[in-house]
């Protein structure tokens, strides 16, 4: 059954940081869709939200007619179902958007569980933040070897895999910054930081008063 939803416009409940949340917002404000936005706490989680949302994870979209879309990569579909001007998807042939699909699920399936340990190696004891560094590489390697060979994950033109993606790799980055910049991955390093400057970026990162129910 629908929520009930009183808001005119799409409501997104967001958490600045995450990078769930953070893909979420790009492709939200690449579609051009005005939403009302909901800065939450994840340790203090809306009555509201959690109604929408049990599973209480970020981001959560809640549509005017009480559809809830609770995963940021439906997230991300659903906004450019409603708009994709540059063709991060839409329009594209059926081998590119295999493409990037394969992509983002290797940073969903395979990256994202060790940069997870990286990024708290402490709540991880078996093995050491060297260790689960390592386990990331695998991929940062992936990613600067296909940046080798072209400006973006798909060719010369950016795509739902690159603003699927670099949310992430931002992540790891600054888990050990002078690290990550001393790296041997020049062509991912130009790559994150092209977006990291981004008008777009900056938008979404745009900080928001936490909201509080009426």
């Not at 940081?17 to 953070?22: D, E, L, V």
């Not at 450019?80 to 998807?89: R, S």
Request: hydrophobic residues 35%; contains cysteine; aromatic residues 12%.
């Amino acid at each position: 059954m629908p929520l009930k939803q009183s808001s005119q416009h799409p409501i997104l409940y967001s958490f600045r940081r995450c990078p769930y949340a953070m893909r979420a917002r790009l492709a939200i404000h690449y579609s051009g869709i005005e939403i009302e936005h909901r800065e939450i706490l994840l340790k203090n989680k809306p009555a509201a939200m959690l109604e929408a949302s049990p599973k209480g994870t970020v981001p959560v979209v809640v549509l005017p007619d009480g559809t809830v879309i609770d995963e940021s990569r439906d997230v991300m579909m659903w906004a450019l179902q409603q708009h994709d001007p540059q063709m991060w998807y839409h329009g594209l042939t059926e081998e590119q958007q295999a493409g990037i699909n394969d992509w983002i699920d290797r940073n969903d399936n395979d990256f994202k569980p060790w940069l997870d340990k990286y990024k708290y190696s402490v709540g991880y004891p078996e093995h050491s933040e060297a260790y689960y560094r390592e386990q990331c590489e695998t991929f940062l390697k992936q990613l600067n070897e296909q940046l080798s060979k072209s400006a973006y994950l798909l060719g010369e033109a950016e795509s739902l895999a690159d603003n699927a993606i670099f949310p992430f790799v931002r992540q790891c980055a600054f888990v050990n910054k002078t690290w990550f910049d001393a790296a041997p991955y020049p062509h991912l390093q130009s790559w994150l930081q092209q977006f990291l400057e981004s008008a777009r970026f900056e938008d979404i990162m745009h900080k928001h008063p936490l909201w509080q129910a009426d």
